[in-house]
């Protein structure tokens, strides 16, 4: 055994034991400071993605903001419309066919931290926008380009930035409207005449626009819709872009934009388990019905809801958007012919009732002239003198049954002749009667 009083007897014992109380504290005091080291990198980290002041206040005033399921499309009632076809062959013509399949659930807490933090540093080299976009979502930082912004969103990336001058607008205005003025203000949406460009603007308005209701006609929509009927090719992206921009600079309004939002987070696998959310919506028929795009006949048949009150049954011929008369001519011209048609309908139905009334007419006068004819049989008139007395003529049984002309007038002389000679004959008739009955008696 290890004889501790011999070491103190030699002198050692004193110096060891100070050494290891000298480790002991040395190494304690490591370890404080490497764990120390530590929780400081932990907490740097985690001050890097927490919120500065202003952006919490930010945050806390976008969450007391309304917040509305974003509404998309609905690809079952364009079908059951017969638009179906023509609305996709415009998206997918210009490569933005992905936004149709975009069908996200809102969450209005990462819908209100993207807003509050979101930042787009964007320059524009010639037709094309470069920049960097940041934000946070469920609490990372994220920085993206434009390009893996569009990649994100299933939209074409490294695409022009294209414009249309006012003068052009106005002249593809007049060409789907029929109207000369083009207000950005006062610019009804329901003057279209079109119902695939209708839906057309509903689905942008909705979603890349963030508008709760797209009565009226905004500039930038009008332009969409300009380059998808011409079929040009164009960044979509970055409308997005400029509009999150606006959305994140306002203090007040509803925000519908948070399913495009919840998209872009899952593109980047952030997590919002355990979060609220908010249902999406669609552009179905019910909403078709409500905005009064389409309205439904007694027959349950869906027409195209037309300006000034009209409509039209939603005809194959006129869906083709690719044949320019269809934006507005051959539906307007369509409408008069279906005017022109009920209104031949409604003569026929007159025509058909006079007819019916003179044939009542007609049937009248022959029983009233029967009924005259019973009379003067009942009177006791013998059947041998009565081929003595004259008929009346034709006039004068139509004089029966309808108000006699004017006094005056040839035919009604004519009347009061025959019915004078008629009645001389019958008192002649009546006279030789009683003579015949007085000498029988006698």
Known sequence: MFDFDYLTNLGVATPLYLC????????????????????????????????TRDEK??????????????RFYDSRAVDHLGLKEEVERLFNNTGIGGLLRIHEYTIPQLTSEFLATFKASLRKEG???????????????????????????????????????????????????????????DCP??????????????????????????SKMRKDEFRCL???????????????????????????????????????????????????????????????RTIKLITEDHNGFYHNKLPFGKSAPINARLIDTSHKPNWYRNWLSDNEEDEDEDDEEDDEE???????????????ESETSFDRRGIDMDIGTPLALSSSIPRPSSSARRSFARPPPSRGTSAHRSVDVDVNSLADQMAQIFDMNSHMYHHTSC
């Open 226 to 288: 300009y380059c998808m009927v011409q079929g040009r090719v164009f960044d979509l992206g970055v409308e997005l872009v400029l509009k999150l921009q606006d959305i994140a600079g306002s203090s007040s309004g509803n925000i519908v934009i948070g399913g495009m939002i919840t998209h872009i987070a899952k593109a980047l696998d952030v997590s919002f388990r355990g979060l609220d959310t908010l249902e999406p919506k669609r552009i179905d028929i019910v909403h078709l």
């Open 127 to 185: 037709l094309k926008f470069e920049g960097e976009l940041t934000f946070s979502l469920g609490g990372q930082r994220c920085s993206m380009t434009l390009t893996e912004w569009n990649g994100a969103l299933g939209l074409p990336v490294d695409q022009e930035y294209l414009s249309a001058s006012d003068a052009i607008l106005k002249e593809f205005w007049r060409e789907i409207s029929g109207l000369d003025t083009l207000r950005w203000k």
């Open 57 to 70: 206040s930010r945050l806390n005033k976008f969450l007391a903001r309304k917040h509305i399921g974003t």
């Open 20 to 51: 290891w109380t000298s480790l002991v504290f040395i190494s304690g005091t490591m370890k404080r400071l490497f764990s120390k080291r530590r929780k400081t990198t932990e907490n740097s980290s985690s001050r890097a993605n927490e919120l």
């Open 350 to 364: 007159e025509e058909s009732e006079d007819d019916e009334d003179d044939e009542e007419d007609e049937e009248v």
């Open 189 to 214: 949406a329901s003057s279209i005449y079109h119902p695939v460009f209708k839906i057309i603007q509903k689905i942008l308005g909705n979603t890349i626009f963030g508008r709760v209701e797209c």
